[in-house]
């Protein structure tokens, strides 16, 4: 029976390695020109014109990562106005509200918020 117990504990090593290698998304950065994922290993992904297809993967990044994004359909009408005056004097500065949830290859759900939230740090 020990020897059993002994076997095991390898096997369990290589699958929390496994796990362990899987790159995860630390930040996400939402444009009006594209969807920037930057990863736990350092490796940037980048998705030019996700209004294209607001749903989908990055097959060759992070050992693929399910992207959805749900932009906010009715932002509250100060953003609205600020989104008319920033549009009409500089192009559109403003990052798009949105939800974008992404799915690692290990299946596990990571949920982002553009633009993203101010910190303590931030002012």
Known sequence: ??????SA????????AAVAA???PREVRLSDEALTIQLSDGTTCRLKNWQARPEGRFESCGGGI?????????PNPLRRVLE?????VA???????AQITLTDAAGR???FTSPAPLTDFDW
């Open 22 to 24: 899987t790159p995860a």
């Open 1 to 6: 029976m020990r020897r059993l117990a002994l």
């Open 109 to 111: 759900v990571h949920d």
């Open 9 to 16: 504990v390898p096997l369990l090593l290589a699958a929390c």
């Open 84 to 88: 008319e005056v920033n549009g009409a």
């Open 66 to 74: 399910g992207y959805a994004i749900a932009v906010e359909a009715k």
């Open 91 to 97: 192009g559109n500065l403003l990052a798009p509200m």
